[in-house]
């Protein structure tokens, strides 16, 4: 059996134990009270009141007297690193969450031109028969995101962009005339998500939502794509959709909180 780990002359005791004391707080914790904060660090009662007074001093938490509680303050501590992300690296984490939970594999695009481009992927098994991966471009008009994008853009710009793309069939189910797929995304502009079926190719359905930025404005897609095979219409929608609506909104409040745009897609 290993040992303790020697971490030497350059570990700060002091600095560890002051951060297990701020993370002794959480969402089941949001208050405590001394002795509280002393059982769940393993502190003694005199240290764990230093630690907090000290952090109160610093404004990163507040006190009644009785109960301690972390201030909002305390955000800037991941400021600095969540704001030097970008937006797939901000993402990848909350798709790796949506993947164990739904069991699919889930992306993130963006609009160039009249593709998608694959930004960000978290993959379970392979379903379709070109391999996807960061950097791979799909015609945006027969896919789940690409419909997305396309519906979030500006009516000017949408008609720019259709009128410089071949609606080219894949599959049977495509659509390929520029009043149908017109009319497919006022749907999806209407009900804030888009469903392919079987159009980029045969057995692959997805669903996707879009991911805005602080000013509204849709900067990239996220979908989750399954084997129709496996999943129906109807699964999809009442199975799928909510868990991927959850993680856009959590990758939004992250995009929210540090200001990172649409363009921030590589360092």
Same mark, same amino acid.
């Given at each position: 059996m290993d040992g303790p780990v020697d971490r030497g002359s350059d570990h700060v005791q002091s600095l560890a134990r002051g951060l297990s004391v701020i993370r002794a707080f959480g969402a089941a914790t949001p208050e405590l009270t001394l002795s509280e904060v002393a059982r769940a660090t393993g502190l003694t009662r005199a240290a764990a009141r230093r630690f907090l007074l000290t952090l109160v001093d610093l404004g990163y938490v507040r006190t009644d007297g009785r109960l301690f509680a972390l201030s909002p303050r305390v955000l800037e501590l991941g400021y600095a690193y969540l704001s030097g992300l970008s937006l797939p690296e901000m993402a990848e984490p909350h798709l790796a969450r949506l993947v164990a939970e739904v069991r699919e594999s889930a992306s993130m695009a963006v609009l160039d031109g009249g593709d998608i481009v694959y930004v960000a992927r978290v993959a379970t098994t392979r379903i379709m028969r070109v391999s996807i991966?960061?950097?791979?471009?799909?015609?945006?008009?027969?896919?789940?995101? &690409? #419909?997305?994008? %396309?519906? @979030?853009?500006? =009516?000017?710009? /949408?008609?720019?962009?259709? &009128? #410089?793309?071949? %609606?080219? @069939?894949?599959? =049977?189910?495509? /659509?390929?005339?520029?009043?149908?797929?017109?009319?497919?995304?006022?749907?999806?502009?209407?009900?804030?998500?888009?469903?392919?079926?079987?159009?980029?190719?045969?057995?692959?359905?997805?669903?996707?939502?879009?991911?805005?930025d602080r000013s509204g404005r849709v900067v990239a897609a996220m979908n989750i794509s399954s084997h129709a095979s496996q999943t129906t219409v109807e699964s999809v929608r009442s199975d799928l959709l909510p868990p991927l609506l959850a993680a856009a909104a959590r990758v939004e409040a992250d995009l929210h909180a540090t200001g990172v745009t649409g363009t921030a897609f590589s360092r």
């Amino acid at each position: 059996m290993d040992g303790p780990v020697d971490r030497g002359s350059d570990h700060v005791q002091s600095l560890a134990r002051g951060l297990s004391v701020i993370r002794a707080f959480g969402a089941a914790t949001p208050e405590l009270t001394l002795s509280e904060v002393a059982r769940a660090t393993g502190l003694t009662r005199a240290a764990a009141r230093r630690f907090l007074l000290t952090l109160v001093d610093l404004g990163y938490v507040r006190t009644d007297g009785r109960l301690f509680a972390l201030s909002p303050r305390v955000l800037e501590l991941g400021y600095a690193y969540l704001s030097g992300l970008s937006l797939p690296e901000m993402a990848e984490p909350h798709l790796a969450r949506l993947v164990a939970e739904v069991r699919e594999s889930a992306s993130m695009a963006v609009l160039d031109g009249g593709d998608i481009v694959y930004v960000a992927r978290v993959a379970t098994t392979r379903i379709m028969r070109v391999s996807i991966d960061i950097g791979t471009r799909f015609p945006a008009h027969c896919t789940s995101m &690409g #419909r997305v994008l %396309l519906a @979030g853009l500006p =009516a000017g710009e /949408l008609d720019a962009r259709l &009128g #410089r793309a071949g %609606l080219r @069939g894949f599959t =049977a189910r495509t /659509l390929t005339t520029p009043s149908a797929l017109r009319a497919e995304l006022d749907r999806v502009r209407s009900q804030g998500w888009a469903m392919v079926d079987q159009e980029l190719e045969e057995g692959l359905r997805s669903v996707a939502v879009p991911v805005r930025d602080r000013s509204g404005r849709v900067v990239a897609a996220m979908n989750i794509s399954s084997h129709a095979s496996q999943t129906t219409v109807e699964s999809v929608r009442s199975d799928l959709l909510p868990p991927l609506l959850a993680a856009a909104a959590r990758v939004e409040a992250d995009l929210h909180a540090t200001g990172v745009t649409g363009t921030a897609f590589s360092r």
